[in-house]
């Protein structure tokens, strides 16, 4: 069982940077890929960014490819999505997951295991 809690979001304008954190308890974070995924009003959610148990291997999706970067660091059971060049359209309540038996794909919600509770970010025009 691991137990994740999401930090750093808010109110940015449009162009500006946030930085999200997302720490987990248990000693076992580091077997885990961990993934960033975001559900907007009246969406789905939808895959954001994912990265392996040791960071090898990394994943984004296509709308924030060069403007989000995933990162962790397992010696303080923390994964972080820092995000650049914000715009509207990525105002959304962002969630962060692990995912304990990896499949391939990494990018469907239903692959995951434990999730968190969310942080809004809102992105204003």
């Known amino acids: 069982q691991v137990q994740l809690v999401e930090s750093g979001g808010g109110l940015v304008q449009a162009g500006g940077s946030l930085r999200l954190s997302c720490a987990a308890s248990?000693?076992?974070?580091?077997?885990?890929?961990m993934g960033w995924f975001r559900q907007a009003p009246g969406k789905e959610r939808e895959f954001v960014a994912a990265?392996?148990?040791?960071?090898?291997?990394?994943y984004y999706a296509d709308s924030v490819k060069g403007r989000f970067t995933i990162s962790r660091d397992n010696a303080k059971n923390t994964v972080y999505l820092q995000m650049n060049s914000l715009k509207h359209e990525d105002t959304a309540v962002y969630y962060c997951a692990a995912l304990t038996v990896p499949s391939g794909s990494y990018q469907k919600p239903d692959e995951y295991d434990f999730w968190g509770q969310g942080t809004q970010v809102t992105v204003s025009s």
């Open positions: 990265i392996s148990w040791s960071g090898g291997s990394i």
């Open positions: 248990g000693r076992t974070f580091r077997r885990y890929a």
